[in-house]
Each structure stands twice: as C-alpha cells, then as structure tokens.
C-alpha cells in the first residue's frame, strides 16, 4: 500500500524530467502539480495511476446527512456556479475558470447538489454563506467545515470528515520531501478539476512563517486537500467526501470569499493540549510553535469567527 501510494500521488510526473530519476523526484517534490490540461469533449484520464471510482473505507461523518434525491431543481439552481468575479490575488485563475468544463467537477455538482443544499437548509443558512473554514486534526484524523452565516455571525460547524489516510508525524512542514502535513494558517489558492487524486484543493504553504522558519532553499510545497484515500504530506480525504467539499468551496470562492484553512496537530485543549506539551519535552522551540498555534485555536473557540493573522519577523503569528 505504501508503494502504491507514492506511484499514485507522483504519477503525475514523467519517469524522468530533466535527467532526474522518479525516485528522486519523489523524495523532492509534493502531491502534485497543477493545474491540469482540460480535457476534450468526453476525454477521461488514459493513465493507469488515474483513481478508481468505487467503494471507499473509512471516512464516515460527523454529523451525517442523509443523502437526498435529485427530484428539486431550485435546489440544482441554487448550487450553479455563481456568475461573481473570481478572487483575484496569488490565485492561478486559470484554475478557477471553465470548472464545468471537467467531467468530475460536473459530475460532482449533478449528484451531490440535493445533499449539499440539505445539508445548508439544515444549518440554517444560505448557500454558500459568507465565509468558510476548514479545520485540520492531525492526530484525531478530522477534517471540520466551518460556515459564517452571514458578515456579523458567528461562525458554525457545517459538518466533520474523517481524513483517511495519515503521512508524517505531528509537528510542522519544514523541508521538500520531510512528509510532513503541514502546521499552520493558510487559504485554499488552486482548485484542481483533473488531479490524479480525483479532485483536490491546494493549500498556499509555504506561507510567511514557513518561508521564515522552514528550509529557505527548499521548503516544499504542493500541499493538498483530495480525494483517493492516499498521500504523501497531503490531507486524503474519500473521493466521496472530496467532491462535496470541492463543490462548496468553490462556490464559496467563485463568490469572492477566500476558504480559509487552519492545521492543527490536535485539538489544541484539555487532554489532547496535555499530550502535546508531553510530547514536545524538551524540545522548545517546538512547544513555542505549538503554543503560538493554540492562540489561534483559542480565538476561532472562543469568538467563532475568523481572526485577522498577522506574521512577525520571527515567524509567530498574532491574532486580533
């Protein structure tokens, strides 16, 4: 299985590029790279690496939703891409136009656009609301999708995927090719329409405090939110769950609403804060790291809204 997935998530890449051998390149590099072609009318992926639709273990939710028959078409009206200006900014826009012209990103809004609006009807708010939040658990495994109502709200828990699949230990991402998930505070910046992971959300790492704190020459980078249920320092998550959060998040940044991402180690309280603390021991600079994210976890917990981040010449981040 390990075997499969470094093939899975470097097949993207030649067998060799630049006189550099595979193996190496999966030593260096991260998932994958994007974007990807579009494809031809009715064109699918001919490689061999490409995932398998097919049943899934792993990734139930918390809560659930019962999924909902495609009998509503308000509701298939509701989740139409949104005719706004896309985010401009360090977002590639040529990841974020022509979307629908990628079978699986049609496919994904035609069979889950009934459970999608459920699941907002449900919350009580609009589709897609004002502003959304991931938050990352490594060591527990979850993925939790936060929504603002509306400017002025409180933010609230949309739902919780379980993460599939683990690569690395906790602490952050601070070299190419360390395997680590990264720590810390980012946005979602690429939306993949084609990746060798069904669909997949890239992350904006290295961001300021990684440039500051991490390898300078070779940070890393390619970190993603995708599906397949394999990974080498990237969150996997079902292809099941990917397509219902690739949906929603892109909706909400077709909006011109930035999806904002926050990687934990652990929920940073009580026991799970206890195990941490044990686990840094002496190593200090790591306990400082964590110490600093936990004033980031604190404030979403106690204000339910997104802080705004700012980032020291020393790497730490401040929050007000």
């Known amino acids: 299985m390990a075997h499969r997935a470094v093939m899975l998530c470097f097949s993207h890449l030649a067998p060799r590029a630049a006189g550099v051998a595979l193996p190496v390149l ?26 398998q639709e097919g049943p899934r273990t792993g990734g139930a939710t918390r809560p659930t939703t019962s999924p909902a028959r ?11 891409l949104p005719q706004t200006t ?5 977002v590639d826009p040529a990841s974020l136009t022509g979307q629908q012209r990628f079978p699986r990103v049609r496919s994904a809004r035609q069979e889950l ?5 459920q699941l907002f009807a449900q919350a009580g708010v609009s589709y897609p609301g004002h502003q959304l939040l991931i938050r990352v658990f490594k060591s527990e495994d979850l993925l939790e ?19 599939c699949a683990r ?6 991402k ?37 440039r500051l704190l991490s390898d300078p020459q070779r940070p890393g980078g390619d970190i993603f939110i995708h599906g397949d249920c394999v990974t080498i320092g990237c969150v996997p998550l079902t292809d099941r769950f990917i397509k219902e959060l690739y949906v929603i998040a892109l909706d909400s940044h077709e909006a011109g609403r930035p ?21 840094a021991g002496a190593d200090a600079e790591l306990l400082t790291f964590w110490q600093n994210l936990r004033r980031g976890f604190d404030y979403v917990e106690r204000h339910k809204r997104l802080p705004a981040i700012s980032i020291d010449r020393r790497g730490r981040y401040s929050f007000r």
Not at 70 to 80: F, M
Not at 260 to 277: I, N, Q
């Open 26 to 51: 999966v030593a260096l590099l991260g998932c994958e790279s994007v974007p990807a072609t579009p494809p031809t009318a009715g064109g699918a992926s001919t490689s061999r690496f490409a995932p």
């Open 167 to 172: 690569s690395g230990g906790l602490g952050p």
């Open 70 to 80: 495609a009998t509503a078409s308000a509701e298939r009206r509701a989740l139409a």
């Open 259 to 279: 999806v904002a991402v926050h990687v934990f180690p652990a929920r940073m309280v009580g026991a799970s804060w206890t195990a941490l603390e044990q686990r």
């Open 174 to 210: 601070r070299q190419q090719g360390d395997r680590q998930v990264p720590e810390g505070f980012y946005q979602i910046d690429r939306f993949n329409p084609a990746s060798r992971f069904h669909l997949s959300l890239g992350l904006d790492y290295p961001n300021g405090s990684d």
């Open 86 to 90: 896309p985010v401009r900014g360090s």
């Open 113 to 117: 656009a009934p459970v999608i609006a």
């Open 145 to 163: 999708l936060w929504v603002q109502p509306a400017a002025g709200r409180q933010l609230q828990l949309l739902k919780t995927y379980d993460i």
